[in-house]
Each structure stands twice: as C-alpha cells, then as structure tokens.
C-alpha cells in the first residue's frame, strides 16, 4: 500500500517537470520571436516612410 500512496507524488512532480521545461521552451521562443517581429514592425514603418519620401521626390521631380 505504501507503494501506492507514494505514486501520486512522482507524477506530480513529473508533471511539473513537463510545465516548467514547456514554460521554458515558451518562453525561449517568445525571446527569439519578439525581436524579430520588433525589427520587422520597424523595418516596414522604415520602409512606408521610404517609400513615401521617395514617391514625393518622384511626384515632385515629375512635376
């Protein structure tokens, strides 16, 4: 019996070992992912205000 009392302790912690190392992973990738999409979100404000300096250059040089 006490072999069987003592199992739901083991799972328990095994359990928590698969949250912490999927928090971790999470957490991991959101760190990756993060900047990236930082850089992206600033490279296309970058690249419209570009864009939209070039085309009133182009507009003005037309005209």
Known sequence: MPHHRSMPCYHSV???NVVNSN???TVHVNN???PFM???GFSTVLSSKVMSVLLSDLSFIVK
Request: charged share 10%; glycine share 0%; hydrophobic share 65%.
């Open 14 to 16: 095994y359990v928590n």
């Open 23 to 25: 928090m971790d992973s």
């Open 32 to 34: 990756v992912i993060f």
């Open 38 to 40: 930082l850089f992206l």
